[in-house]
Structures are given as structure tokens and as C-alpha cells.
């Protein structure tokens, strides 16, 4: 696995009783995740990957949505061995969209719990077994609305502008940019580009239920997010036969706010993957 698409801290692989890999958000890099890992148990391996157009990939293009999932997907199966622990994938804003997919992939070859979405078999967890270095045991939908509805055929999209107060407006419909972002202008120029490739990748992204998650799903949102109410989250619970809600004090931007109230909805709700 090369060092420049992830970044590794928390527990050795042999030691570690989790491993968590994070997909971050719209612009953003492996760096994000630094403030979950802090906040994680001793015992997990927290991996965040590192997108194509950021940080030491900055020169590289940003992919569309299959190659965006490619990358998650390869990420995952290269995580660091030996071990048995079980790997969740925890996707965060835009980055969950990315990771119900590239779960998908990893659950359609064998990276998971087959058949029984609401219990690991023996070998679910097992690097090196069956699934692979990447078996997933598990998803995690961080601060993202369900994508079992169409978009609205009518809504402004990126790939349709240029206009910098054009974009700006329509990614606040994503939660993309924070204000204070927005009122940097030297900031913005830095991270706009990344922010917009990755929104363009996954704005018309909408998907079915079925088939089902081989896995459980769990949905953390924040009780005062307001692009993620409960009607329009709700269709979370279609996506896994085990699914599971956690709601926490806060606002969109979970992951770089308050990263411990991620953490904690996790270790909070692990019962939901053994």
C-alpha cells in the first residue's frame, strides 16, 4: 500500500481489536481523520485515506465516481496485516456516498459477512482469510442524507458553472464550504478546486436499496444539522437489514468539529457488528 493514499495511527495491525477506515469529505484529505484517531480507543488501527488532488496526490486529477470508489476500494484491500480484526469503513458527508460503494464492491467479492447482514462468520474479520486484508464487517454514514431518491431534475449542478458565487451557493446546498472558508478568499482559492471536483463526482449519485448490505449500517447525524433532518435520512434504513441511528449533539460538520461525538457513536453502538 503506498503511503501516499492513507494515513495509519491509532494500534498496530497485530494488536488492533478494530480497524477503522475513514473516507473523508468533499476536499477534504487523510489529515482529517488525525482528530478521530486522537479521540479513538488504544486498541483500533484508524486509517483515513487520501483522495486523488490532495495533500501529497495534489498533482493527480480527481476522478469520477467509479474511479473515486476504485481508489477506496484499493485502499481498503491493502490495509496493513496480520491480524484478525475487523475492518468498518466510516464515510463522512460526501465520502459516505464513496463508501457505500466501495463497501458494495467489497461485499460483491467476498470482502464481508456473505450472507448474514447482522453477524460476522468466522472468517468475516480474518486478514488473510477469505475476505482478504479488505473484509468489512461494517458501514458507517457520517452527516449525509440518504441517496434512495432521485435528485430533483430541476436543481442547478456544478458541472454546469464556473462562476465562483454560483458554485458557492450551490455547494452551501451540500454543506461543503463553512462560512469562514468562504470568507477567506486566499483559503478558498487553495481548496475550491478540490471541494468542486469531488461534489461533481457525486451530485446526481442516487441508488437504490436493493440489493441489500451484507452488513450493518449505522448513521451518525448531528441533532442540529440542517441538511440531514430525520425526513430526509430516514431512507438509511432500507440500504442494510441491520441498520441502526445514532444522533449526537452538533451540526454538519461532525468530523471536523467535534470528532470525539463520532468516535463515541461508534464505540457506543459496536454491539451492532459482533
Not at 38 to 54: F, I, Q, S
Not at 96 to 109: F, H, N, P, S, T
Not at 172 to 178: D, I, K, L, S, T
Not at 220 to 239: I, K, Q, Y
Amino acid at each position: 500500500m503506498s503511503a501516499r493514499n492513507v494515513v495509519l495511527r491509532g494500534a498496530a495491525p497485530q494488536d488492533a481489536s478494530l480497524r477503522v477506515l475513514v473516507v473523508p469529505h468533499a476536499g477534504a484529505g487523510a489529515a482529517s481523520g488525525l482528530a478521530f484517531a486522537e479521540h479513538a480507543p488504544a486498541d483500533w488501527l484508524v486509517a483515513t485515506a487520501r483522495l486523488p488532488g490532495r495533500e501529497s496526490r495534489i498533482r493527480e486529477s480527481v476522478p469520477d465516481m467509479p474511479g473515486l470508489v476504485a481508489d477506496v476500494v484499493g485502499t481498503a484491500r491493502a490495509l496493513p496485516g496480520p491480524g484478525t480484526a475487523p475492518l468498518i469503513v466510516v464515510g463522512v458527508c460526501s465520502g459516505a456516498v464513496i463508501a457505500l460503494e466501495a463497501v458494495r464492491e467489497l461485499l460483491r467479492d467476498g470482502d464481508g459477512h456473505g450472507d448474514d447482514p447482522g453477524r460476522a462468520d468466522d472468517d468475516a474479520g480474518r486478514v488473510g482469510g477469505p475476505g482478504g486484508a479488505g473484509s468489512v464487517a461494517g458501514l458507517v454514514v457520517v452527516s449525509q442524507w440518504a441517496v434512495n431518491e432521485k435528485p430533483d431534475p430541476g436543481r442547478r449542478l456544478l458541472r454546469d458553472t464556473d462562476d465562483q458565487a454560483q458554485v458557492l451557493d450551490i455547494l452551501r446546498e451540500f454543506g461543503g464550504v463553512p462560512e469562514s472558508l468562504a470568507a477567506n478568499p486566499e483559503m478558498l482559492r487553495l481548496v475550491l478546486p478540490g471541494i468542486v471536483a469531488d461534489i461533481r463526482a457525486v451530485e446526481d449519485y442516487w441508488s437504490d436499496p436493493d440489493p441489500l448490505l451484507g452488513c450493518p449500517l449505522l448513521t451518525v447525524f448531528g441533532d442540529e444539522d440542517p441538511l440531514c433532518p430525520e425526513e430526509r435520512t430516514a431512507g438509511w434504513a432500507l440500504f442494510s437489514a441491520n441498520t441502526r441511528n445514532a444522533w449526537v449533539p452538533g451540526g454538519h460538520l461532525l468530523l471536523a468539529e467535534d470528532p470525539a461525538v463520532v468516535v463515541d457513536a461508534l464505540a457506543g453502538n459496536l454491539d451492532q457488528f459482533a
